[in-house]
């Protein structure tokens, strides 16, 4: 049964920031000197009357469907012992659910952020992406290449310039790191980022937004796990590393769904996995569960 909270409000305006942890990659995420690329893969009811006296603005106790603690309900029994954060935006309503909190590190899911930092300079300087930007851009997502993430994070002026082109993008709580899969991350600020790629309210312009969500759409295919599992239409970075200080795998997806007719976009992070193949599982579940209580809570139907 729905939990419900109660509040006096004629007109309602919800749009909730949604969080994930990311965890860090050295397959996926920090770039170590020869280190090869990834090997696999947010009325007042007013009654009034011409012909009486003026009517009382009406207040309504609306019910609304407290959406952290049904994720909670359903997420706790599949993520017991695990270390994992997700979070779901429904484009549609603008509402969000979010499980877990804390700063993670990003491993190669920054390699969106990185892309999008470069393509807010090229607006600014009013050009094209070069050749060589085309090709290092197409590698660094659809592939995962950690050597064209490294040469793309120099172009856009290192940490302190992914920094400068973080705030542009509205995330709030994102520090780049020089080896960018230790940069550290909120889920909000993740699911802003997705909001600022896939949404239309953002620096990007819509050409660049265009460019990033074809090249999230046609990761290679040892690439496509993830929040895929939680609908079609799906546009998604990975990132996954075993850590070297305890053999221990983070594991990160995020992107965007389609699902019952409703876009979603979603992002889940997670670590500590004895194996990358438990903690895909783990990942893919824990994104078809959220999306899928979004979708029923939103609708009335759970």
């Known amino acids: 049964m729905p939990r419900h909270r109660t509040r006096r409000s004629a007109l309602s305006a919800a749009s909730v920031t949604a969080v994930v942890l990311l965890a860090g990659s050295a397959a996926g995420g920090a770039y170590l000197a020869g280190r090869s690329p990834d090997p696999s893969p947010a009325a007042v009811a007013s009654v009034s009357s011409a012909s009486g006296p003026p009517a009382a603005a009406a207040t309504s106790e609306e019910p609304e469907v407290d959406l952290d603690a049904e994720l909670a309900d359903v997420l706790a029994p599949l993520t017991a012992g695990a270390d994992v954060s997700v979070a779901v935006l429904d484009t549609e309503s603008g509402r969000s659910a979010v499980y877990g909190d804390g700063a993670y590190d990003t491993a190669s ?21 070069s050749g060589a930007e085309h090709a290092r851009a197409d590698a660094m997502i659809r592939r ?30 994102t520090t780049a790191a020089h080896a960018w899969g230790l940069t550290r991350t909120t889920a909000a600020d993740q ?102 209580m979004t979708g029923e809570a939103l609708s009335g139907t759970r």
């Open 109 to 129: 899911i920054v390699k969106v952020d990185i892309l999008a930092a470069l393509l807010l300079l090229a607006q600014d300087e009013g050009r094209e992406l």
């Open 144 to 173: 995962s290449d950690n050597t064209s993430a490294t040469e793309l994070l120099r172009a856009v002026g290192g940490e302190e310039g992914l920094d400068a082109a973080n705030v542009r993008l509205g995330l709030t709580g």
């Open 191 to 292: 699911v802003r980022l997705l909001q600022a790629v896939f949404g239309t309210e953002s620096e990007l312009s819509a050409a660049s937004r265009a460019y990033l969500t074809d090249l999230m759409g046609r990761v290679e295919a040892d690439q496509q796990w993830g929040v895929s599992a939680a609908g079609d239409g799906w546009a998604l970075k990975n990132g996954w590393m075993p850590r070297t200080t305890t053999g221990l795998w983070d594991i990160n997806s995020i992107g965007r769904v389609e699902n019952g007719g409703h876009t979603y976009l979603v992002a889940v992070l997670s670590c500590g996995h004895a194996t990358k193949e438990a903690g895909v599982a783990l990942v893919e579940e824990v994104a078809k569960a959220a999306v899928d």
